[in-house]
């Protein structure tokens, strides 16, 4: 079986937080030797598809046009218990990559404010 050389980068956010996880994927794009092999992985919740598709639009201005960008649901009802942090749920959301993204077999998981760099 051959390995998926695909870089799956994941990040967790509510609607009022995604404008901020702009930058740190800009920055995995600019910064990476073959951004063909970047996948974005966005949990959510709370997103609505027009917000989502206006998100996603602006975003394309500063990424490659076909970059790949997958948007997950997340279950929330295991984790409704817990106190929301300034109104959300969405600092919780990384709890469920497990579940949500089932499938992968590795992802690097990165905040809002992650700055991908080169040397």
Excluded: Q
Excluded at 71 to 84: A, G, L, M, T, Y
Excluded at 87 to 109: K, N, T
């Amino acid at each position: 079986m051959e390995k998926n050389s695909d870089l799956h980068l994941v990040y967790a956010s509510d609607a009022g937080y995604l404008k901020w996880l702009a930058v740190s994927i800009a920055s995995a794009f600019y910064w990476s030797s073959d951004a063909s092999k970047i996948v974005i992985h966005v949990l959510v919740n709370d997103v609505d598809d027009r917000t989502w598709d206006s998100w996603c639009e602006d975003l394309k201005t500063g990424i490659p046009e076909d970059a790949r960008i997958v948007r997950h649901e997340v279950p929330v009802n295991s984790i409704s218990r817990f106190p929301k942090w300034h109104g959300s749920l969405a600092p919780y959301y990384r709890l469920m990559i497990p579940e949500v993204l089932a499938d992968l077999e590795w992802c690097v998981y990165a905040d809002g404010d992650t700055l991908f760099l080169a040397a």
